[in-house]
């Protein structure tokens, strides 16, 4: 067993998991500690919200372990709360009852304590439907930390978000991050938000962890600083690895096809196309070279 | 910019050409453009209610085809509503049932008077099971969907925040389907009216429907007006009483 590492939180021991005879993570090893917050890059479809549904318990895996706390996980993950990409709050209850849902007894001060955390306490009394993408996102932040998680997974929260809320709330979450001092798995596409929050970036690719950087930046964490920009393209150019030798063999099979595409894409002046790739993650960082 | 219409004026507003053709009616019914024979007037029509109302006749009618569509509804919607509430949910039950009751879904159930005739004679359980029969199916079907196409995300979330069995049901399940479930009843509650029309009309000795056939034999048109007239008000009734509703309990989708 593995369960003994000292102040190990979360370990993965050779996960599988596998849909309709399509390995989707194949050998997942990862060990979390107490505390630590860890962020998930890869490409779309590689198995990432797989990899937290694992860790909440929302479904079973095929191969391996998954210790949680030193005991074997194999149902719901009491410890762990989840929040979407899409917020997933009940239309039909009021956002003070969405961030309820699940708690018993004398419920509605915890409910109001966490919405304050969120800086929505006065949005209690709303449908959600009121709300703007940014505010229903903190209202499911409320609603997973109102049950003081030990573990937090966050699947892509900010995703839908634009660039200044994204940024908002990022601050947001470390803050609370930092004051409760749960574990936290964030995935995200984006390569800058992982840098800026996380204390360790995984990146998944073909089922298995390709990469794992420890980030040693102090925080609060400045994004215009070098050494920041240094990690984020450390891993960009990890993640583009994968890209380049794609592109190689586009080159090999139609070359007269691929001059045409440079040329129309060299209008875009060098130093913005980097922003931009950078900014949008990974899902759009294919750019010819 | 549009000019906003006022609150009052959207309450008067949809009664005024109902009104107008009211009153047409009456014009022309009274210049003799328009035979009594052909169609009493409005003014003969409330007259006859007026009469029938003081002999109680009208009321005793009223009461026993009120209380046979709700009779007939409760009994069909409550089976409709469970049918698809266990096929919604399990799928063993769905697989024993769905098929078949998709199969006499497509009878339709006014084609099984004569028969239901035979069965009970034209007592009122022969009215009562054809529009249970009646109300059963858009109940079923609406409900059976409503469920199917709850949010299986919104599912998911619940059982992660620790929801499950009856808790699951009643916070997500079924508001999940509630939308689609009133639509089956708003539907159902217009098949109700015509079935029972139907039913009354060929077989019965009271009723809004008998009413009528028995005023056709004495050449009454005032009061196979009237009928009409009260089958019209009362199908309205009932919509905007499920409208209602609609309003009360689907506040968060406004
Ligand atoms: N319930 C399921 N049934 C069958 N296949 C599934 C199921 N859930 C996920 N998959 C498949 O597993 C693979 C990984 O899915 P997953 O949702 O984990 O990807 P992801 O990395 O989160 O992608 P994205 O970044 O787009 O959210 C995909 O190919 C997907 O089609
Ligand atoms: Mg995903």
């Given at each position: 067993m593995l369960s003994h590492i000292p102040d190990s939180h979360i370990v993965l021991d050779a996960v599988q998991k596998t849909y309709n005879n399509r390995p989707v993570l194949n050998g997942i090893n990862l060990t979390i500690k107490f505390g630590e917050f860890v962020a998930v890059v890869g490409?779309?479809?590689?198995?990432k919200s797989t990899l937290l549904r694992l860790v909440a318990g929302l479904e079973k895996y095929d191969g391996g372990s998954i210790c949680v706390g030193g005991m074997a996980l194999n149902?719901?993950?009491?410890h762990a709360r989840i929040m979407f990409q899409d917020g997933r709050?009940?239309?039909?209850?009021?956002v003070i009852d969405n961030v309820g849902l699940g708690l018993h007894g004398n419920w509605k001060m915890e409910a109001l304590q966490a919405l304050r955390n969120v800086g929505?306490?006065?949005?209690?009394?709303?449908?959600?439907?009121?709300?703007?993408g940014g505010q229903k996102q903190r209202v499911a932040l409320a609603r997973a930390l109102v049950h003081k998680p030990d573990i937090l997974l966050l699947d892509?929260?900010?995703?839908?978000?634009d660039a200044l809320t994204r940024i908002e709330m990022q601050d947001l979450i470390e803050t609370i991050w930092k004051e409760k001092k749960f574990t936290s798995i964030l995935v995200t596409h984006d390569v800058e938000e992982a840098v800026a929050i996380a204390d360790r970036v995984i990146l998944i690719e073909d089922g298995k962890i390709v990469l794992n950087k420890l980030?040693?930046?102090?925080?609060?964490?400045?994004?215009?600083?070098s050494a920041f920009a240094n990690h984020v393209e450390e891993i960009l150019d990890r993640i583009m690895l994968r890209g380049k030798e794609k592109e190689l063999l586009v080159v090999n099979r139609?070359?007269?096809?691929?001059p045409l595409v440079r040329k129309a894409k060299k209008v875009v002046p060098e130093s913005s196309y980097k922003e931009e790739s950078v900014r949008n993650g990974i899902k759009d960082h294919q750019k010819p070279q | 910019m549009k000019p906003s219409i006022n609150g009052a004026a959207k309450v008067f507003i949809p009664w005024a050409v109902p009104v107008l053709l009211l009153l047409c009616w009456q014009i022309f019914a009274s210049m003799g453009v328009i035979p009594p024979r052909i169609l009493p007037a409005p003014l003969d029509v409330l007259k006859a209610a007026v009469e029938l109302t003081q002999t109680g006749e009208l009321l005793d009618h009223l009461s026993i085809s009120l209380g046979r569509a709700l009779t007939g509804f409760l009994i069909g919607g409550t089976i409709g509503f469970l049918l698809g509430l266990f096929n919604g949910i399990s799928k063993v039950s769905e697989l024993f049932f769905d098929t078949s009751i998709q199969m006499l879904r497509?009878?339709?159930?006014?084609?099984l008077i004569p028969l239901v005739i035979l069965w009970f004679?034209?007592?009122?359980t022969s009215k009562i099971f054809i529009v249970a029969l009646g109300v059963l199916f858009p109940v079923y079907i609406n409900t059976y969907h409503g469920i199917k196409s709850v949010d299986k995300n919104l599912i998911e979330m619940g059982q992660a925040y620790g929801l499950k069995g009856g808790a699951l049901f009643w916070t997500i399940i079924f508001p999940g389907a509630l939308s689609s479930i009133l639509v089956g009843i708003r539907f159902s509650l217009g098949v109700m009216w015509m079935t029972l029309i139907v039913a009354e009309t060929i077989s019965?000795?009271?009723g809004i429907g008998y009413m009528a056939m028995n005023a056709r034999e004495f050449m009454q048109m005032d009061v196979i007006v009237l009928s009409i007239v009260l089958y019209a008000l009362f199908g309205k009734l009932s919509d905007v009483i499920a409208r209602m509703v609609e309003g009360k309990w689907l506040q968060w989708n406004s």
């Open positions: 490409k779309s479809g590689c198995g149902r719901l993950n009491k709050l009940l239309p039909w209850k009021r929505l306490e006065e949005r209690g009394q709303d449908w959600p439907a009121k709300l703007s892509e929260p900010l995703g839908a978000l980030i040693n930046l102090p925080r609060p964490r400045q994004r215009s600083n139609q070359p007269e096809t691929l | 497509n009878i339709p159930h006014l084609a004679g034209i007592d009122e019965a000795h009271s």
